[in-house]
T-cell receptor
Framework: DQQVKQNSPSLSVQEGRISILNCDYT??????FLWYKKYPAEGPTFLIS?????DKNEDGRFTVFLNKSAKHLSLHIVPSQPGDSAVYFC??????????FGTGTSLTVIP | DTGVSQNPRHKITKRGQNVTFRCDPI?????LYWYRQTLGQGPEFLTY????????KSRLLSDRFSAERPKGSFSTLEIQRTEQGDSAMYLC?????????????FGQGTRLTVV
């Protein structure tokens, strides 16, 4: 059962515009959420996280929003840059144990 | 510390052979995870260790798979009698698990191809 879902396999955005990547989860016990970025043939790289006690966390160009009632989180990248082109994975965990990952969204930022 | 290190980066093996992968986590991290990733999928959990204790195993981890973390430092993942369906990227991650949630850091992965 897929407890974390990323329903958009791909997204294309013009350089300088906002990229919005979405993620839904089903398990209400999840209390920690993360976004990872992955280039081909490399391991995922941590980007940003948010605890369930918050609804927003910002780090430079990256902001994660959490809507617990909707079981939805999103990653905003502003402004988008060509170097942001990668696959982005949403992940969630509960009680500090394993992470559950979505299937990823491939972001292409067009120069 | 340069991060999580995995060896080898690539492994090609014949079906039926045994393979072993190694993961060296970030030194102060007490949690170590193994994940598997196939094309078009996100990382799938296999198992994790708290120090040297293996605390959870996924049902994906058949009896052909075994993982160890003998001294709570590096870990090995062995696959016996490999099958073509074992072809995947095997990812190791480590994390410092204490009172607060923390992120996990991944290694570069080991790409296994079973021919």
């Amino acid at each position: 059962d897929q407890q974390v879902k990323q329903n958009s396999p791909s997204l294309s955005v013009q350089e300088g515009r906002i990229s919005i990547l979405n993620c839904d989860y089903t398990n209400s016990m999840f209390d920690y959420f993360l976004w990872y970025k992955k280039y081909p043939a490399e391991g995922p790289t941590f980007l940003i996280s948010i605890s369930s006690i918050k609804d927003k966390n910002e780090d430079g160009r990256f902001t994660v929003f959490l809507n617990k009632s909707a079981k939805h989180l999103s990653l905003h990248i502003v402004p988008s840059q060509p170097g942001d082109s990668a696959v982005y994975f949403c992940a969630a965990s509960g009680t500090g144990n394993q992470f559950y990952f979505g299937t990823g969204t491939s972001l292409t930022v067009i120069p | 510390d340069t991060g999580v290190s995995q060896n080898p980066r690539h492994k090609i093996t014949k079906r039926g052979q045994n393979v072993t992968f190694r993961c060296d986590p970030i030194s102060e991290h007490n949690r170590l995870y193994w994940y598997r990733q196939t094309l078009g999928q996100g990382p799938e959990f296999l198992t994790y260790f708290q120090n040297e204790a293996q605390l959870e195993k996924s049902r994906l981890l058949s009896d052909r798979f075994s993982a160890e973390r003998p001294k709570g430092s590096f870990s090995t993942l062995e696959i016996q009698r490999t099958e073509q369906g074992d072809s995947a990227m095997y990812l190791c991650a480590s994390r410092l698990q204490g009172g607060m949630n923390t992120e996990a850091f991944f290694g570069q992965g080991t790409r296994l191809t079973v021919v």
